[in-house]
């Protein structure tokens, strides 16, 4: 209703939320917050929000300083991607693939028309 000139934008930033090396150790309970995310950009034109997942070590000193930089070069870049996670310095974006189905292979149904079966627990 305020006719915003520019569009807001909300980064979540969090930790265990993505799978990315097979080494973090994952809170899937923090999966809310994608689902805000993907929601509040298409509803609300004005808003754009965006998730970054980092990774907590216990040895911040190098890597935390390193983390600190990459992260404030992502909020001022304004950075396109909504979905993205640092990893032992590198940056990972999520990017979807189209992928080509094979025909299935033609199989007998399991289940017969007006068949009678018998489940045992």
Same mark, same amino acid.
């Given at each position: 209703? !305020?006719?915003?000139?520019?569009? *807001?934008? &909300?980064?979540?930033?969090?930790? #265990?939320?993505?799978?990315?090396?097979? %080494? $973090?150790?994952?809170?899937?309970?923090?999966?809310?917050?994608?689902?805000?995310?993907?929601?509040?950009?298409?509803?609300?034109?004005?808003? !754009?929000?965006?998730?970054?997942? *980092?990774? &907590?070590?216990?040895?911040?000193? #190098?890597?935390?300083?390193?983390?600190? %930089? $990459?992260?404030?070069?992502?909020?001022?870049?304004?950075?396109?991607?909504?979905?993205?996670?640092?990893?032992?310095?590198?940056?990972?974006?999520?990017?979807?693939?189209?992928?080509?189905?094979?025909?299935?292979?033609?199989?007998?149904?399991?289940?017969?028309?007006?068949?009678?079966?018998?489940?045992?627990?």
């Amino acid at each position: 209703k !305020r006719n915003l000139a520019e569009k *807001i934008e &909300i980064v979540a930033i969090s930790n #265990q939320l993505h799978e990315v090396t097979g %080494e $973090e150790t994952l809170a899937p309970e923090k999966a809310t917050t994608l689902g805000f995310i993907r929601a509040v950009s298409q509803e609300i034109p004005y808003l !754009r929000c965006r998730s970054i997942d *980092i990774a &907590i070590s216990q040895q911040l000193s #190098q890597q935390g300083n390193q983390l600190i %930089e $990459e992260l404030l070069n992502d909020l001022q870049c304004n950075a396109p991607d909504s979905i993205t996670a640092y990893r032992h310095g590198h940056r990972w974006v999520q990017t979807f693939e189209p992928l080509k189905l094979e025909n299935p292979v033609a199989e007998s149904p399991r289940l017969k028309i007006e068949g009678v079966y018998i489940w045992k627990r």
